[in-house]
């Protein structure tokens, strides 16, 4: 202390040094601390911008994954009504089977749709209703126009407002058509024999002959007829495509339900395991 107090110029000297490299140590440990901050801040806009970027993301693919499928469901339905259509109208001129083609195209692509966007569980039941719908669309081309004849045979036979004349044409079809029946079913299972299958051909072109010749209906009409009296429970069989159909569209609805949290009641959200993630990767 002497020394300093023999020498004070030295000790200004020194103080003024110290100053200096105090305020230089400060600077250095404040800019420190404000470059921290500064990456501190950067990660955490980083991480906000993350999760704004998802969110959207999150939510733009909810809401393409609701319209795509709630658009395939819908032309699933339209399907479904053009085939309960061939049991109801006439389809003979074709524009029934043209409008069924061109909306099950339009199906398929949905279907395409929801392949692409859809988690599988939603996809897996989307094929399982296409290949119902697809069982349905066969039986009501195969069957619906023959049952649709009968029905219409069956009523004009009971309406009393019709002449005589057809009254008796249509009952003489509903005759043939039943011997015809009740001759096959008269026929022991397993192969025919000759002389059976020689009856067999011969009630076929006769409950045929009947229906086109008496009845006044074209040659693949009386054909529809023939086959639809065939079958053994055919409004059982319509019900039981028709209840496999709604059995496949509940499916379908119950898994997009769940993929688009429905029973929640909220905005679609990232997903907590996701932000923890990020949280993690900032820290590193």
């Known amino acids: ?26 600077s250095i440990i404040g800019a420190k601390i404000q470059a921290n901050g500064g990456r501190d801040q950067a990660a955490a806009a980083r991480e906000a911008a993350q999760i704004a970027a998802e969110a959207q993301r999150v939510a733009a693919l909810w809401t393409v994954r609701q319209v795509q499928v709630a658009e395939f469901i819908q032309q699933s339905h339209e399907v479904r009504r053009l085939c309960s259509k061939f049991f109801t109208h006439d389809s003979f001129n074709g524009v029934l089977d043209q409008q069924l083609s061109e909306a099950r195209h339009v199906l398929l692509r949905r279907k395409a749709e929801v392949d692409l966007i859809a988690p599988r569980p939603v996809a897996g039941a989307a094929r399982e209703l296409i290949e119902s719908i697809d069982r349905y669309r066969n039986y009501s081309i195969s069957r619906g126009p023959g049952q649709y004849l009968y029905r219409e045979l069956l009523n004009a036979s009971l309406n009393q407002d019709v002449d005589l004349s057809v009254l008796a044409a249509y009952n003489e079809v509903l005759r043939a058509l039943s011997e015809y029946v009740s001759f096959l079913e008269s026929v022991q299972p397993g192969p025919m024999s000759d002389a059976a299958d020689a009856e067999y051909r011969r009630a076929y072109r006769a409950a045929h002959q009947i229906t086109c010749d008496v009845g006044g209906f074209t040659s693949d009409q009386a054909s529809e007829l023939i086959g639809y009296t065939l079958q053994r429970d055919p409004h ?10 709604e059995g496949e569209t509940e499916a379908l609805v119950t898994a997009a339900r769940e993929m688009l949290r429905s029973e929640d009641d909220v905005a679609p959200a990232v997903p907590e395991q996701r932000r923890r993630r990020w949280r993690a990767g900032a820290g590193r």
């Open 1 to 26: 202390m002497t020394y300093f107090e023999d020498n004070p110029e030295i000790f200004a000297a020194l103080v003024a040094a110290i100053a200096i490299l105090g305020g230089l140590f400060g």
């Open 236 to 245: 059982q069989t319509k019900i039981d495509h028709e209840n496999s159909l």
